[in-house]
């Protein structure tokens, strides 16, 4: 039980070290485009994503066979994470 914990928190390592980076995307509008091109890698959900965005970025992930993280953090904590002053419910980290 204890190691989906410990990979949690690599991906919230992760994603801090690409802070400012063009590698990272913040945002499900932002995010959905680059999926729909293929240039995202990785999909990093928070724990409260709404269903319909989650259900979006799922579909257009399976085609680009993009791997979906979800967070047990919500996107609150997740919009600190990407220090920014507001909740971010979708993260991308383009290839």
Do not use: Q
């Not at 994603?15 to 499900?28: C, D, R, T």
């Not at 994503?49 to 979906?68: L, P, R, T, Y």
């Not at 047990?72 to 919009?79: A, M, V």
């Amino acid at each position: 039980m204890g190691s989906p914990k410990i990979y949690k928190v690599e991906i919230l390592i992760e994603i801090k070290k690409l802070i400012g980076s063009e590698k990272l995307i913040i945002g499900a509008d932002r995010v959905l485009k680059y999926l729909k091109a293929g240039k995202i890698e990785k999909v990093i959900l928070a724990s409260n994503c709404n269903k319909d965005v989650f259900g979006e970025i799922e579909h257009f992930a399976n085609f680009s066979e993009v791997k979906i993280e979800k967070l047990d953090i919500p996107n609150d904590e997740l919009g600190t994470v990407c220090k920014k002053p507001f909740s971010v419910a979708v993260v991308g980290i383009l290839k």
